[in-house]
């Protein structure tokens, strides 16, 4: 999950501007360490779930509202740490060690919902159907992207000024402790979709040919977003 919004690119040329080979090379990179990202955030998690390492976490943690609101902080600054180190301008090391600290970033904001998801029966199978759905429409749309070959670029002051809003409403409910309810989570669906929309067009227009860690780290922040908010409809599906 990440309302962090980033359209800086360091190399200062686009990679749309090289030949086919190191364009074609370029996409591949990104979408491997997207890739590379989404498995490594799926193992961890596995490892700590199924080791009851996370239960223990959660229940000394995440306990009261301080500590939502502590690790708020962490995941937002952490966030931006992990953005910065991921530039181009950056050693190779570390820009790895900034998608490194997001995909660590990631697990600890995700630990409570999958918690439990594998604590209450009714819930079972929600987080496997979350995320072959927003795989489902991530191909989708960034398949989508590719065959229209435009540029989104224009997406992007309107997806920051919406994250911002959103970030604003989620610090909102944990200070004040109110439910955003389903309809916020289908609208930050929607906003992660505009995302996905405009961060693939970045990587067919925009980002350098040194780029693809930051391009695939932020192409993960908003797959993550949107399992998140897909996991949450789910498990409101469920309730009802």
């Known amino acids: 999950m990440s309302y962090a919004y980033d359209d800086t690119y360091g190399d200062g040329y686009s990679v749309a501007s090289r030949p086919v080979s190191e364009r074609a090379a370029f996409i591949k990179r990104t979408y491997l360490h997207l890739g590379g990202a989404v498995l490594a955030f799926v193992a961890i998690e596995a490892a700590l779930i199924s080791s009851g390492v996370a239960l223990e976490i959660v229940q000394t943690v995440f306990v009261g509202r301080v500590a939502w609101i502590g690790l708020m902080v962490l995941f937002i600054g952490g966030g ?54 927003t795989l489902l429409v991530c191909g989708g749309l960034t398949a989508g992207v590719f065959l229209s070959g435009k540029d989104f670029s224009w997406m992007g002051p309107i997806i920051g000024v919406a994250s911002m809003l959103a970030l604003g409403l989620v ?28 961060q693939t067009s970045n990587v067919m227009h925009h980002y350098g040919p040194r780029e693809h860690v930051a391009a695939s780290l932020a192409l993960f922040a908003s797959v993550a977003t949107m399992f998140y908010y897909v996991l949450r409809i789910f498990m409101a599906s469920r309730d009802n």
């Open 80 to 133: 931006y740490v992990a953005q910065y180190m991921a530039r181009s301008g950056q050693s190779v090391g570390v820009q790895y060690a900034g998608l490194s600290l997001y995909v660590l970033l990631e697990v600890l904001i995700f630990l409570p919902i999958l918690t439990i998801t594998q604590l209450v029966p009714a819930y079972a199978n929600v987080p496997m159907q979350a995320g072959m759905v």
């Open 171 to 198: 610090i909102a409910a944990v200070v004040f402790g109110f439910n955003l309810g389903l309809i916020f989570s289908v609208a930050m669906v929607g906003l992660a979709a505009a995302a996905i929309i405009y």
